[in-house]
């Protein structure tokens, strides 16, 4: 069962931060690609970041240098640690795994390679 469990959304005003959480079991992380998404009101749902591992992170561009991603084994918890907001960064954030392929690496962190979601954190931005 793959289960992920997202916390950590609030509301900040801009050039602020926050730190979103994801947790699952460890056998997700080695079975999974694992990429936050967000959804902002009125648009489509869109990818943010991807870890394939440790020492392998892809960022969207409009988040590039402000966000980062990172692991803390022993708390099987991935965080999400979000710079310099601003408004357009409010919605909802979803963490999401899809599954590797039989080489282990990742597919392209599309919805379509997506086999699980979180229930969504909401994160407001208000300028």
């Known amino acids: 069962l793959v289960e992920l469990v997202e916390s950590g959304g609030d509301s900040v005003h801009a050039v602020g931060s926050l730190r979103l959480s994801c947790k699952a079991n460890?056998?997700?992380?080695?079975?999974?690609?694992i990429s936050w998404f967000r959804q902002s009101p009125g648009k489509e749902r869109v990818w943010v970041v991807l870890?394939?591992?440790?020492?392998?992170?892809v960022y969207a561009g409009v988040v590039k240098v402000r966000f980062t991603i990172s692991k803390v084994d022993a708390e099987k918890t991935l965080y999400l640690q979000m710079n310099n907001l601003n408004p357009d960064d409010t919605g909802v954030y979803y963490c999401?795994?899809?599954?590797?392929?039989?080489?282990?690496?990742?597919?392209?962190?599309?919805?379509?390679?997506?086999?699980?979601w979180g229930q969504g954190t909401q994160v407001t931005v208000s300028s």
């Open positions: 999401a795994a899809g599954v590797r392929t039989s080489w282990g690496t990742c597919n392209a962190p599309t919805i379509e390679n997506i086999d699980y």
């Open positions: 460890e056998w997700t992380y080695l079975r999974y690609c």
């Open positions: 870890r394939d591992s440790s020492i392998f992170t």
